[in-house]
């Protein structure tokens, strides 16, 4: 289950990926299609989040930051 963090109620934008940065910022940039080039990052909202190991941070439906446990399954490497 995930679970809310930031409450921000963004609008996204068709064409978009939007991503929590290295800095804990929230960031978007344009999409690379076929042979157009793709842009470069934009700061959307200045959240500064610190992360936990083993989490996956995203922007959900309702354009809220929230993050759920990772699921790690199959074999361990040697």
């Keep these: 289950m995930a679970q809310k963090l930031v409450k921000l109620g963004i609008k996204r934008k068709e064409g978009y990926l ?3 940065d290295k800095n804990g910022d929230l960031s978007c940039v ?4 076929g042979k157009k080039k ?3 990052p934009q700061k959307v ?3 500064g989040l610190k992360r936990k190991e083993g989490y996956l941070y995203f ?3 309702q354009g809220d930051i929230s993050c759920a ?3 790690r399954g ?5």
């Excluded at 344009?30 to 299609?33: I, L, P």
């Excluded at 199959?74 to 040697?78: D, L, Q, R, T």
């Design 30 to 33: 344009k999409m690379k299609r």
């Design 74 to 78: 199959g074999k361990k490497k040697k």
């Design 59 to 61: 922007l959900d439906k």
């Design 38 to 40: 793709g842009g470069s």
């Design 45 to 47: 909202a200045k959240v």
């Design 18 to 20: 939007y991503y929590i």
């Design 69 to 71: 446990k990772m699921k």
